[in-house]
């Protein structure tokens, strides 16, 4: 019996003290989820503290802690900083011990257009069919390596830059070259600037090679230079990390005159630009790379995995002269060389006019695939040939209560959990991949889905009660 007594003390929810057993973060839980489910705790009831639980059952306050942590993890309560922990809405409709067996709505991963990949398909059979086509599983020859480069120089001048075969490198794939650029240039503990929300791979792969990363505020437009310019007084930071034509995950475009002003910080104190134009090409304002800007302090990553067909996994790498040797040493000590056969149908696809064919195809189909989103979601607003939408959850609706809750009706979403770089924020989004559902049928029933839930979790306002 605890020291301070709750018997006739008003409590929302007054677990059983008898049926705790060990674990007892376990066994509350346990107890929290039936009352859930049973329907005994009705959406948006407000939980006791957890420290006058704690007290309530004798308790630590860790074991409590946890026992809610693993409830929220279930998508069955969520808390509201400064306000307290609620009951979910709809966590009654689903048992979530019982877990769902229909197929998952995709609007999490993304999966560009896959239904194009046979383009792709037709390209490698008619490779394969060529007389000389033995040589593709040998090691790749300086001869056909400069051939492909110079292949890639035209096909980049389609993005407004110039480049000399001499400073490129095929990749394979946007995830190896980063690698790669980590490993040449920079070292353990040096820092690099990302945007709050960043490419989850990266942070990923910074973390494995322990280089800090350092969140950068930012707004409509981007990062701000200001901000760059504050942190970098403070710390020492290296180099920046940008997606200035399209980020993932937050869609923005960087207008030319925010790009100029952030090259103008780099260019001051000379940090190294790494910037990833995975999705570039859906940016109707088509303004130049950043590389541009800063041709002597920039690695410029161009991927085919989503311009193409994400199998794909092919990416060039555009370095200054003086960086070349250090980046050339990295790939080949990691042992990331393209394969042969997977630069051949690269260069096949540009240099046929299928490669510029499937991006158009895929910029129209996105087009059409963000005027259902408008339909659905008219008040949001975006770069309206990207890949996906990042959407603001309700205020107080964590993102792995509501990627939980959504997964119970049958959709995956990604929240901004995956892609935070440093502390927690106080409101949470979701990144809605538009691309990945086979039809626009299925996309349109995801998204109504999504919607329904994002008004299922805004709080009503509370009422004062006037007392006369």
Request: with cysteine.
């Amino acid at each position: 019996m605890p020291i301070n007594s709750f018997d006739d003390y008003p409590m929302t929810w007054c677990p059983v003290r008898a049926g705790l057993h060990p674990p007892f973060y376990r066994a509350l839980a346990v107890q929290l989820e039936r009352d859930i489910l049973s329907g005994r705790l009705s959406p948006h009831t407000k939980l006791p503290p957890q420290r006058e639980l704690a007290d309530y059952l004798d308790l630590n306050l860790s074991t409590v802690m946890r026992a809610f942590r693993l409830c929220t993890d279930k998508g069955l309560i969520y808390a509201v900083i400064g306000r307290g922990t609620f009951v979910s809405p709809n966590a009654v409709l689903h048992d979530t011990m019982g877990g769902t067996k229909k197929p998952l709505i995709e609007l999490g991963s993304i999966h560009p257009y896959d239904s194009l990949s046979e383009i792709l398909a037709d390209t490698a059979r008619e490779i394969l069919r060529g007389r000389d086509a033995a040589r593709l599983f040998t090691l790749g020859s300086e001869q056909d390596e400069n051939r492909h480069a110079r292949t890639v120089c035209s096909w980049l001048a389609r993005f407004s830059l110039t480049a000399e075969p001499t400073n490129l490198l095929l990749t394979a794939g946007t995830q190896s070259a980063l690698a790669i650029v980590l490993t040449a240039l920079f070292d353990a503990g040096d820092r690099i600037a990302v945007d709050r929300y960043t490419y989850a791979n990266f942070i990923s792969l910074a973390k494995q090679l322990n280089i800090r990363l350092i969140p950068i505020e930012g707004d409509v437009d981007g990062m701000l230079p200001d901000a760059l310019a504050q942190q970098y007084q403070q710390i020492n930071i290296k180099g920046v990390y940008l997606m200035p034509s399209c980020a993932n995950p937050t869609g923005i475009v960087m207008p030319e005159e925010r790009r100029r002003e952030i090259a103008a910080v780099l260019c001051k104190h000379n940090m190294l630009l790494i910037e990833d134009d995975a999705y570039g090409f859906t940016a109707r304002e088509n303004a130049a790379p950043m590389t541009v800007l800063l041709p002597r302090q920039s690695i410029y990553l161009h991927s085919l995995s989503k311009l193409t067909c994400p199998g794909l996994r092919v990416a060039y790498m555009l370095v200054p002269a003086h960086f070349r040797q250090l980046i050339r040493r990295a790939a080949r000590s990691l042992s990331m060389a393209i394969p042969p056969l997977s630069a051949e149908i690269a260069s096949e696809l540009i240099e046929s006019g299928a490669a510029e064919r499937i991006m158009r195809e895929k910029c129209r189909m996105s087009e059409d695939r963000n005027r259902i989103f408008q339909g659905i979601f008219p008040a949001h607003t975006g770069n309206t040939r990207s890949f996906f939408q990042w959407m603001p959850l309700p205020v107080g609706c964590g993102g792995a209560n509501f990627e939980a809750q959504a997964q119970h009706r049958g959709v995956c979403v990604l929240s901004s959990d995956h892609f935070a770089v440093g502390s927690e924020e106080e409101y949470s989004f979701i990144r809605l991949a538009l691309c990945s559902p086979p039809t626009n049928e299925e996309l349109a029933r995801g998204l109504r889905i999504v919607h329904d839930l994002m008004e299922e979790n805004t709080i009503p306002p509370q009422t004062e009660t006037l007392i006369l």
